[in-house]
């Protein structure tokens, strides 16, 4: 089980916002591809995921503020 964390982009973030969810439960992530849209108050970006695996559990709905380090997801082997 690998937990996928929200990156800390830049000095200053404080939070972001969870777009959308680019992937759901059940799907395969390779490594580097993109799993969900966040936005900062300068920027929009993807969080790419840092394993390959599939997704066992999306711990954030979309629309929801996170911060960085928070867990937002996580990937089993596959």
Not at 23 to 52: M, N, Q, W, Y
Not at 68 to 75: C, I, T
């Amino acid at each position: 089980m690998s937990d996928i964390v929200v990156p800390q982009w830049g000095l200053t973030m404080e939070d972001a916002t969870l777009v959308t969810w680019l992937k759901a439960v059940g799907d395969h992530v390779d490594e580097g591809e993109p799993i969900a849209e966040l936005e900062t108050d300068k920027t929009a970006a993807e969080l790419e995921s840092p394993f390959a695996g599939t997704v066992t559990e999306l711990l954030v709905e979309e629309g929801a503020d996170v911060v960085p380090g928070q867990v937002v997801a996580r990937l089993g082997d596959g």
